[in-house]
Structure formats: C-alpha cells, structure tokens
C-alpha cells in the first residue's frame, strides 16, 4: 500500500491446503507504526476477505508471535480465534471465518 508515493504497509496473501482443506493464509499484514489506529488495517483486512472469498475459502490462517500482544489484539477484533501453539511455540496459528 502506497500513500503519496511512499510505501505504508504490506499485505501477502495466499490459498493453500491444511488439513485436506482450502484455506486463505496471511503471510504478511504490515503497516508502518505512524499509520496503524486510523482504520487502514481495517481496510487491508477486507481486501483479504474479499481475495479470499472470490476464492471459495471459509477460513483464513496466520501466525502471530505471542509476544506481538498489539497484532493478537487487532486479530482477535477482526474475529480471529488462538488455534494452537506451532514451531515449539514460537507463533500462535490463529483462525478467522469468512462471512
């Protein structure tokens, strides 16, 4: 994501198998410290649902470090549920729903 020319935030994203199930994964969702808490990761989170959405999916995954308390808590106001610890508890899997 761009704002006047200057790079603000990252958002990758992909459908892959778990489980022997399709799933939207979120490799990356990042936005520069000066514009987090003004609604753009918000929007980021949208343009997620909707890719994973046009793709048929009716779950998404991620990791979060547990350390990261302020990206758990953004998560866990987007819906998103503590799946299980993963990499010898190095990251939390969460999961969200797709409406």
Not at 32 to 47: P, V
Request: with cysteine; aromatic share 12%.
């Amino acid at each position: 994501m761009f704002s006047r020319g200057r790079a603000i935030g990252q958002l990758e994203l992909s459908i892959r198998e778990y489980e022997a199930k399709s799933i939207g994964y979120v490799h990356l969702f990042y936005l520069i410290a000066e514009k987090r808490g003004n609604g753009l990761g918000h929007e980021f989170h949208q343009y997620a649902m909707h890719l994973f959405k046009q793709h048929g999916t009716s779950e998404y995954h991620l990791r979060v470090a547990p350390t990261n308390t302020h990206a758990q808590a953004f998560y866990e106001k987007q819906g998103m549920k503590k799946l299980k610890t993963e990499c010898d508890g190095k990251v939390w899997r969460m999961k969200g729903t797709i409406d």
